[in-house]
């Protein structure tokens, strides 16, 4: 019997990737699966099965239903820091960091609006 296939969006998929601070190599190595299947998953060809989008929600740190929003959500971007050395690149941080990020950004939210009620 084959495993019920997630119906998610693909673009909601990269973004979380991105938002979580992972390569696709990174986050492939981390699921166990090859960047080509994550690939395909975020391009929309092919789709994780139930128990693989469990996985993802886990390793990203999203609840599993932000991957069924029709649309990437609108609100928190991964922080840049411009400043760099002459011939370096922009700056990337680890997703263990970028996870305590966002996590600051939505408590900062959540005072602000308590503060202003």
Known sequence: MASPRANITPAVLVWARKVAGFTDEEAARKLQIT??????WEEGTGQPTIKQLRRLSKLYKLPVSVFYLTEVPAGFQVMRDLRRLP???????????????RLATQRRELAWISHTE
């Open 35 to 40: 960047a080509e299947r994550l690939g395909s």
């Open 87 to 101: 011939g370096t690149g922009l700056r990337s941080y680890s997703p263990s960091l970028t996870y305590e990020m």
